[in-house]
Nanobody, 118 residues
């Protein structure tokens, strides 16, 4: 098991930037992948970005070219750099871990609120 703690959310104007951090309670070096999800009011939780142990990344179409996921294994931390933010990016952002390639993302953190004003 691993505990995840997200931070870095806040209120920002459209076009602005934020960097979210996800600190893990133990090493994430060997896990299959880390991911960032978000959930807006009244909507289902959606995968925003993921990064594998090998460094491969994938993004939701809605954030491609604007968001960048990265990981620092030495710090057991995953980041989400969010640029050119839009009001529709407003949501609670969650970090999650996928231990194996055939498992689901889990071990959810408490989330961090991102609010983008127009």
């Amino acid at each position: 098991q691993v505990q995840l703690v997200e931070s870095g959310g806040g209120l920002v104007q459209a076009g602005g930037s934020l960097r979210l951090s996800c600190a893990a309670s133990r090493s994430i070096f060997s896990v299959n992948a880390m991911g960032w999800y978000r959930q807006a009011p009244g909507k289902q939780r959606e995968l925003v970005a993921a990064i594998t142990s090998g460094g491969s990344t994938n993004y939701a179409d809605s954030v491609k070219g604007r968001f960048t996921i990265s990981r620092d294994n030495a710090k057991n931390t995953v980041y989400l750099q969010m640029n050119s933010l839009k009001p529709e990016d407003t949501a609670v952002y969650y970090c999650a871990v996928r231990f194996h390639s055939d498992s689901s993302f889990g071990s959810w953190g408490q989330g961090t609120q991102v609010t983008v004003s127009s």
